[in-house]
Each structure stands twice: as structure tokens, then as C-alpha cells.
């Protein structure tokens, strides 16, 4: 599971950590994410990120 960047805001979604203020565990790859969740710092839609190698 690779990290992914927010290309708006440049926040990383790493699964390792999840994001538990949005009820995302960790472990969770970027992949099984909702459409509907939205970057925790800009709310940029998730189309917005793209993966890091």
C-alpha cells in the first residue's frame, strides 16, 4: 500500500496511519476509500490525490 498526495493542499494519505477523524482505519489502502471522503486539511474531492511511488 502507497502513500497518496492531495495535489491541492499536498497532504499525504498514508494507510499505514489511516485517517481516524474520518473513521478511516489504519491499514486501509487508498483504493477501499469512499468517493465521497474528501481530504481532511482542503476538502479537495479524492479525484485530487494521486499516488506516490
Given amino acids: 500500500m502507497r ?4 495535489k491541492e493542499c499536498g497532504y ?3 494507510p499505514r496511519e ?8 489504519r491499514e486501509t ?3 477501499q476509500i469512499s468517493e465521497e471522503w ?3 486539511v482542503c ?3 479524492k ?3 494521486e499516488a506516490l511511488s
Avoid: H, R, S
Fill in 38 to 40: 474528501v481530504c481532511p
Fill in 47 to 49: 479525484i485530487t490525490f
Fill in 12 to 14: 499525504v494519505y498514508d
Fill in 18 to 25: 489511516g485517517d481516524l477523524d474520518n473513521n478511516i482505519k
Fill in 29 to 31: 489502502a487508498f483504493e
Fill in 43 to 45: 476538502y479537495a474531492q
Fill in 3 to 6: 502513500p497518496w498526495m492531495c
